[in-house]
């Protein structure tokens, strides 16, 4: 099946630096990313949409200047926490849909995020 | 009224027992079902999907959707320990280019 590759799994830093992560669809073009916001025993929260080439759509009360999304290619999109705080620490998925009719291709997720801000 | 309702559980059974996961929603313009399992601290891996009525079958599980009566179900036939997961339903428009609307998750633990 489809796979997602989403790196690093693991991030602990300090309060003040800026993290990026990656994800990757590593058997298909993903013209639609998705990058979600998790908490412990909780549902997925939609942070941004972002389709190849195109700026990010973000969700109601999502900071774009916190939460950068770059979706350079067909295979790649990042997001990059800026000067990231405690209360950011969370589980961040990204998720990959590729080209179909009517947009009715499956989204496929990433294995993850934990990031740990001190 | 919640756009999409999941008994969050916790459902324990027995190993080799048939489970029965379970949603109903108010959208009438959902137009494609899924069902992904969640393991702990990994992303949501798709199980199942499907954009009709009736039943689909995959291995031990089986996707049924009634979408008159606005619910969908999976069911886990000969359930193994390795099946302990939270188990999301989605739901999605047709033509929609953006957002999956999510269940809360049922947590499942088959025990041996």
């Known amino acids: 099946g489809a796979v997602v590759s989403q790196h690093p799994s693991r991030v602990i830093c300090k309060s003040g630096t800026s993290v990026k992560i990656e994800c990757r669809s590593l058997?298909?073009?993903?013209?639609?990313m998705f990058w979600y916001r998790q908490f412990p025993k909780k549902s997925l929260m939609l942070m941004a949409t972002s389709n190849e080439g195109s700026k990010a759509t973000y969700e109601q009360g999502v900071e774009k200047d916190k939460f950068l999304i770059n979706h350079a290619s067909l295979t790649l999109s990042t997001l990059t926490v800026t000067s990231a705080h405690p209360e950011d620490s969370s589980f961040y998925i990204c998720?990959?849909?590729?080209?179909?009719?009517?947009?009715?291709?499956?989204?496929?997720f990433g294995d993850g995020t934990r990031l740990s801000i001190l | 009224q919640k756009e999409v309702e999941q008994d969050p559980g916790p459902l324990s059974v027995p190993e080799g027992a048939i489970v029965s996961l379970n949603c109903t929603y108010s959208?009438?313009?959902?137009?494609?079902f899924m069902w992904y399992r969640q393991y702990s601290r990994k992303g949501p891996e798709l199980l199942m999907y499907?954009?009709?009525?009736g039943n689909k079958e995959d291995g031990r599980f089986t996707a049924q959707v009634d979408k008159s009566s606005k619910y969908i179900s999976l069911f886990i036939r000969d359930s193994q320990p390795s099946d302990s997961a939270t188990y999301l339903c989605a739901f999605r428009s047709s033509g929609s280019a953006r957002q999956l609307t999510f269940g809360s998750g049922t947590q499942l633990t088959v025990l041996p």
């Open positions: 998720s990959a849909r590729g080209r179909g009719l009517d947009n009715n291709q499956p989204q496929h």
């Open positions: 959208n009438s313009a959902f137009q494609y």
């Open positions: 058997d298909f073009q993903a013209t639609t």
């Open positions: 499907t954009y009709s009525s």
